[in-house]
Structures are given as C-alpha cells and as structure tokens.
C-alpha cells in the first residue's frame, strides 16, 4: 500500500507532492484531492497536535527572547 | 517553486502571500483577543478562491496555534480571567458542534438562485451572517470607542445600561470573579458561549470578533482582560472545532500551516503592543479593522450577484 501510495504521486508530478497527502493516503481511506472526503484518524490528529506544537514553539521562543532581552538590559 | 498545491481545497497558491496573511491576522489577534477567523475566512475565500467550508476548517486549525502562542503571552501580563474562559467554555462545545452540523446541511442544499444568479447555499448564507454581524459589532464599537476616547472610563471597565441589568440578573448558581473583578450568573456566561460556539462551528471563527465586545459591553470585564481571556476561550474552541471540521474533511493542513507560519509571531507582536496602548484605543483600531472585513464580503456577494452587472466568478 504505501508502495503504491508513493508512486501515484510520484507519477502525478511534484507540484503535488507533499507529505500531509502521502501521510494521509498509507492511513487508508482518504483521497485528499477533494473537499468534504472522508479522512482517517491520523489525519484528524495531524491538524490538532501540528498547530499546537506551532503555537508552543512560538509561545517558548519568545519567552525566552524575552528573558535574554530583560537580561542584557539589566546587565548594561 | 514557491507555489504550492493545496490538497483539500485541491488549489494552488503563492505560498508567501499566505503566509503574510497569516502574519496580518496573527497580529489582530494578539491585539484584539480575536482569532483572525471574521477576517481570514472570506479572505481566504476571496483572495485565493478557496471553498467557504475548506477556509472555516483550515481557519479554525490555524486559530488553535494563533491562540496558544498568543494566550501564553497574555497569560504573562496577568490579562487571563481562567474562571471566566472556563464557564463559557461549558455552553461552547454544543454551540460549535451545531454551527458545523449547519455548515454540513448547507453543503446539500443545493443551489440557490438569487437575482438571477445561482449560489450555493455556502456562499450565500456564510457571507450574508457574517455582513450583518460585522455591521453591527462594527457601529457598535465604533461609537462607544470615539465616545471613550474623549472621556475614558474608570477603572479601565466601560458602563453601560445592560451591563447593569445582566450584573444585576440573580439567577443561581452566582460565580465571583476576582480576576476581573465582577459577579455575576454562571447561566448568563454559558448562554455567551454557546452563541459563540455556534459561530465558531458554523462561519469558521473563533468567536472573538463577537465575544470581545460582549465580554466589554455587555459583562463589563476590562479591555485588557477580554482580550486574554478571550483568546483562552479561543483556544480551546479552535481545537474542537479544528477537530470537528478535520472529522468532515474541511481541513487542509497545508494551508493551516502556512498561514501558522506567520500568525504565530504576528499574534506575539499584537499581544505585546497591549501593553503599549490605551483600551479605548485598541476598540477603535478593532471597529476598522471589522468595517475592511465587512467591505470586503459586501464586495464579493456584489460581484457574484452581479448586482453593479459585471460578470459572476
């Protein structure tokens, strides 16, 4: 399945290709070029956990800017 | 090389316009306590003709990253009343769950003829609820702010005629809440987030473009803090909602992700900037910023109407 998953788009050009689709064709059900298809589970916990995983990221990093910047301040 | 294919909404799309989309709407949303989604939607729409339920999905997905990073920052300056998000929250997952039960009817429905031009029920009614929202949240917030800025409230909290009679309203069970300082009936707090619930599910939004001014105008909590607390709320209604719409195929990652790329730091600039500029202020830049918005969908259901007779998209 996943041979074949790969090769499909790969045939289909790399304007195409992309990791969500390949990730979401192997867990099975889904046919992602169209809007309103069934999708799988894997899928679905995809668009929670990247987003917030993105969002935390963001959220340390400035955090830590924060405190660099507050630290330097303190230090001149 | 830049373009990219959009699996869902099965489109391609320069990638750094929507990145700086993204980057745009993340900015509102740190300084307004808004998720971006009145704005994002019909602009994703617009802009890169992406389908009305493929733009609300994507959105919300979107909303949930927009809001973690923005609502840690604010958590930072104090400006997040928990108690309150958390009691809204309780009417909030029924509301949402129905808005995209809506959206999911309206995609059968068919097509609607309308000065004679057809529509689909989706780009009918999804442009028509969020016309008539963003015209009245709009005139609202408008004339209180430029009243506000010449005479601004005490305290930081605006007065008004219903904010009395909701505080005053004694149906138990009564909540305190110390953070912003007001008591009030936890039924009155569930009934706000089932409304906003329901627009969250059914336009793609978070509900804060409705839920910052109620929590002003018709609660009485402090700018600043209906700013947090509303992207806390945000929060947790992008992330069901995010899930409800991936369960039906509405979400496209890629397109989420891309538009991440950018709100993620703009939601960290706008937060900052609170800090920086008076409430009255930051509800005046909030009714412009809903007015474009309106402007902009107002345009779209011309054209398609083909009310000024140029041709239909």
């Known amino acids: 399945m996943v041979e074949d998953a790969t090769e499909e788009i790969r045939t289909r050009g790399d304007a195409r290709l992309n990791l969500i689709e390949f990730a979401s064709r192997i867990a099975g059900d889904a046919d992602p070029s169209r809007a309103g298809h069934q999708v799988s589970a894997l ?34 | 090389m830049l373009e990219i294919h959009l699996p869902v909404a099965d489109t391609t799309v320069f990638a750094p316009w929507v990145v700086l989309l ?33 733009a609300a999905g994507s959105d919300l997905a979107q909303m949930l ?9 604010h958590r930072g300056f104090g400006h997040v009343d928990v108690r309150l998000g958390l009691c809204m929250l309780a009417g909030a997952w029924l509301g949402t769950e129905l808005g995209a039960r809506v959206v999911e009817f309206l995609k059968i429905v068919g097509r609607i003829t309308v000065a004679g031009r057809e529509l689909s029920g989706l780009d009918l009614f999804i442009p028509l ?24 409230p005490r305290g930081g909290a605006v007065e008004t005629p219903i904010i009395k009679w909701v505080q005053g309203i004694r149906l138990p069970p009564m909540i305190s809440l110390r953070t912003s300082g007001i008591r009030i009936s936890i039924w009155i707090l569930i009934g706000i987030g089932f409304a906003t619930g329901f627009l969250a599910g059914f336009m793609g939004i978070g509900g804060g473009f409705v839920l910052m001014p109620t929590l002003i105008y018709v609660i ?80 779209k259901l011309v054209v398609q109407l083909g009310v000024l007779g140029s041709p239909g998209s």
């Not at chain 2, 949303?29 to 602009?43: H, K, R």
């Not at chain 2, 009245?136 to 009243?147: F, N």
Request: contains cysteine; proline residues 3%; hydrophobic residues 55%.
């Open chain 2, 129 to 152: 609820a969020f016309l008539v929202l963003l015209s009245v949240i709009g005139t609202v917030v408008l004339r209180e702010s430029l009243r506000a800025r010449k005479r601004p």
């Open chain 2, 22 to 54: 993204g980057a745009s709407v993340g900015f509102l949303s740190g300084l307004f306590g808004v998720g971006g989604g009145f704005i994002l939607t019909p602009m994703l729409n617009i802009l890169f003709g992406i389908p009305y339920n493929v």
């Open chain 2, 65 to 73: 990253g927009t809001s973690v990073s923005a609502t840690s920052r």
């Open chain 2, 220 to 299: 009485g909590v402090p700018t600043t803090m209906a700013i947090g607390t509303g992207l806390f709320y945000i929060m947790f209604v992008a992330a069901f909602g995010s899930y409800t719409h991936a369960l039906k195929g509405n979400v496209d990652l890629v397109l989420a992700v891309l538009l991440l790329l950018g709100s993620i730091f703009g939601a960290q600039v706008g937060a900052w900037l609170t800090e920086k500029v008076r409430g009255a202020k930051i509800r005046y830049w909030f009714s412009l910023a809903v007015f474009v918005s309106a402007i902009a969908v107002l345009a």
């Open chain 1, 43 to 76: 899928y679905v916990v995809l668009c929670l956990v990247v987003p917030a995983v993105m969002g935390l990221f963001a959220a340390t990093a400035a955090f830590v800017l924060s405190k660099l910047a507050r630290r330097r301040s303190l230090n001149e």
